[in-house]
């Protein structure tokens, strides 16, 4: 499916003091390294492989700020930052969410309306699909709330149980106003790609203008399930990984030509296009490759260490040519 960026107003919540806390101003960064996780840095099992960690750590040594940009939230990302040894900071849920990367704590957030969040939540019910509604741990002490009475996809179950996320369960709009509609990071659904389709086209149709809208197939889905399954995910206009990479940008003083973005799916697509250095995977979606700067290798064969490797020996860097490794 081809991404659909629609646009409102969201409301920016810091927490004062945090950033300084986890993520100093250091004038002797030598850049910034956005990486995303699935399809990226983790294989097809959701691994990271050793070379691939090796290669954060190289990248440390030298003097870069590594910093994880993913759709997943904290609590789902976890395990990953673990096993690369994650500090500072992580940029998750989709660029809602500024993260500590070692505590989950959130630095802030971009939620979105409360009016909207009921809009389109009503929206996704009416349709007769199941809303999920990711929300800010910090705030709610949930990660999900499923809202409506139909059956949870299979592809859901087996993330929610694989990430051992919190997650309450509602059967109407009036259950979900008791918990509340503020503190909503995103709205969305799960479904077989036929079934979510036109879905997705009557709501780009409907809030346009209004939300930031995107829908893809559902990474490892088909291998988990044996079935492939397709995500409509909708945030407040504005949100994408590249608003809180930018932040990051200007608080550690660096210009644009010190920031690598490094990903392959659609949510992706603008950090990777605004980047000083935007670096596509093979195995990227189609809309994204052509907005690359450099094409690295498959995530399956390592490619962000080899992207890495060429970063270190000064191969690839602001002035660099466009390539293909």
């Not at 705030?139 to 409506?148: A, F, Q, T, W």
């Not at 990479?245 to 608080?251: E, M, N, S, V």
């Not at 992207?307 to 000064?314: K, M, T």
């Amino acid at each position: 499916m081809s991404l659909s960026r629609l646009s409102i107003r969201s409301k920016s919540v810091a927490r004062s003091g945090d950033f300084q806390m986890r993520c100093p101003y250091a004038a002797n960064v030598k850049g910034l390294i956005a990486v995303d996780l699935d399809g990226t840095l983790l294989d097809s099992s959701g691994k990271v492989s050793p070379r691939n960690i090796k290669a954060i750590g190289d990248l440390r040594d030298a003097g870069y700020k590594v910093v994880p940009a993913t759709g997943r939230s904290w609590r789902e990302s976890r395990r990953i930052f673990e096993v690369i040894n994650a500090t500072g900071v992580a940029v998750t849920s989709g660029g809602s969410v500024l993260s500590d990367a070692v505590t989950g704590k959130t630095i802030e957030c971009l939620a979105i309306d409360p009016a909207l969040v009921r809009r389109l939540t009503l929206a996704v019910l009416e349709r007769g699909l199941l809303a999920h509604l990711l929300r800010d741990h910090d705030s709610s002490c949930h990660d999900y709330c499923l809202v409506g009475t139909g059956h949870v996809n299979p592809a859901t179950e087996w993330w929610l149980k694989a990430h051992q996320v919190d997650v309450r369960r509602v059967d109407t709009i009036e259950d979900l106003e008791k918990l509340g509609f503020d503190h909503v990071l995103r709205v969305g659904a799960v479904e077989r790609g036929d079934v979510l389709a036109p879905v997705c086209a009557a709501m780009r149709e409907q809030f346009h203008g209004q939300a930031s809208m995107q829908s893809w197939s559902a990474v490892t889905s088909n291998a988990a399930i044996g079935s492939e399954t397709h995500l409509l995910e909708i945030y407040s206009v504005g949100t994408d990984k590249w608003t809180m990479i930018q932040k990051l940008r200007d608080r550690h003083g660096l210009s644009n030509k010190q920031v690598f973005a490094i990903g392959d799916g659609l949510n992706d697509l603008i950090m990777v296009r605004e980047a000083g250095v935007g670096i596509a995977m093979q195995n990227a979606h189609a809309e994204l490759r052509p907005l690359a700067k450099h094409i690295a290798p498959h995530h399956h064969d390592d490619g962000f260490a080899h992207v890495v490797e060429q970063i270190l020996s000064g191969a690839i860097c602001a002035h660099s040519v466009r390539s293909t490794m």
